[in-house]
């Protein structure tokens, strides 16, 4: 009864490297999406995606990439780490073929840059 | 423009106490959707309920009740008999009913029942 998988759970970066942070989710839904949510706030829409093979920015897509060549996965790439993205990086699903069904969250990847 | 205030930003109680938890929303949309998500000490976000716009019945689950009124944009919490497992950030959210159902948050209510 997997749900949505997150990977890693946690990561220090340095200023300027890269990563990609995993998202799989094994209930066929054909909606993810990517939140990160910084200390004291509510989450807020990076990118999400509607089907594999397209993509759309939420509210603070500056700074990720996403990619979504499979309806399991949804990978979020951050190419040149800053400071400011430090936080924790929430991914879900939702299956959009029935109106507004609750989204399923992963547990979470916890992302600290120095 | 969607926005979700959640004024109180934490809140204690003592056990057995009952809590309600503040939600406000803005939107222009016609119809929408309004969830309440639990997140506790071990940071997953656990679903606790979704309401149509066009529903402004009261729910009731267990212990947990929610009050939707639409001629005041609120979509109050409330937990009786709290318990020390009821400890816990929650969010507010607000949904549109077409596109991707992306969801805007409030800044979240910290709960802590003290025993």
């Known amino acids: 009864n997997a749900g949505v998988t997150q990977t890693p759970k946690f990561r220090i970066l340095k200023i300027g490297q890269s990563m990609t942070l995993q998202c799989a989710q094994d209930m066929n839904h054909n909606y993810m999406y990517w939140y990160r949510q910084d200390p004291g706030m509510g989450l807020k829409l990076i990118y999400y995606s509607v089907g594999a093979g397209i993509t759309d920015k939420g509210e603070v897509p500056n700074g990720y990439n996403v990619s979504r060549s499979t309806t399991e996965d949804f990978p979020l790439r951050l190419e040149l780490a800053a400071p400011s993205q430090t936080s924790v990086y929430f991914c879900a699903s939702s299956d959009g073929r029935v109106s507004n069904q609750p989204q399923h969250f992963g547990d979470g990847t916890r992302l600290s840059i120095l | 423009a969607q926005k979700v205030t959640q004024a109180q930003t934490e809140i204690s109680v003592v056990e057995k106490e009952d809590v309600t938890l503040d939600c406000v929303y803005e939107?222009?949309?016609?119809?929408?959707?309004l969830f309440w998500y639990k997140q506790p000490p071990s940071g997953e976000l656990v679903f606790l309920i979704r309401r149509n716009s066009f529903d402004e019945q009261n729910e009731i689950s267990g212990r947990y009740s929610w009050n939707f009124q639409k001629s005041t944009s609120s979509f109050n919490f409330t937990i009786t008999a709290s318990q020390v497992v009821d400890s816990a950030v929650y969010f507010c959210a607000l949904g549109k009913t077409t596109g991707a159902n992306n969801l805007f948050f409030g800044t979240g209510t910290r709960l802590t029942v003290i025993p």
């Open positions: 939107t222009r949309d016609t119809t929408y959707y």
